[in-house]
């Protein structure tokens, strides 16, 4: 808080919302530049219909919901997520990576590395498991 300049740097354009008390808008949290400190605001699943798993690999994620009266600021395009100054890193999309329903999978495949590899070493501790050859 308090007074003077304030020089803010956005990719695309940006946009301000004015909310009149009690108006809402939802905005995706990769959008926002800035707003009224005194709004409410609630994060919330972009598809909430299609649960947590359908709102991630949707691509949309989460989002802001904003109430009103407040100002809310919002730029046109998103951060390109690894690049460099905007522009994405080399040999990947121009979405910047592999997308939600990639990195989704790869978590998966990480847990489930992480579970295996816990349950044999706790095989092997309690004496479930003996490597040589006599139970």
């Known amino acids: 808080s308090g007074q003077g300049n304030l020089a803010v740097s956005a990719y695309g354009s940006m946009h301000k919302y004015i909310l009149s008390a009690g108006e809402k808008r939802m ?9 009224t400190s005194s709004m409410k605001y609630k994060m919330k699943l972009a598809s909430a219909r299609a649960g947590i798993v359908g709102s991630m690999t949707s691509g949309e994620g989460l989002h ?38 990639g990195a989704c999978i790869g978590l998966c495949t990480a847990v489930t590395i992480l579970v295996l590899t816990l349950g044999i070493m ?14």
């Open 64 to 101: 802001c919901e904003f109430e009103g009266p407040g100002v809310v600021y919002v730029q046109s395009h998103k951060a390109s997520v690894g690049g460099s100054e905007g522009r994405p890193r080399s040999g990947s999309s121009s979405s910047g990576g592999q997308g939600p329903l």
């Open 122 to 135: 706790g095989a092997i501790i309690s004496g479930a498991l003996d490597f040589d050859g006599v139970p």
């Open 27 to 35: 905005v995706d949290n990769g959008h926002l530049v800035a707003w």
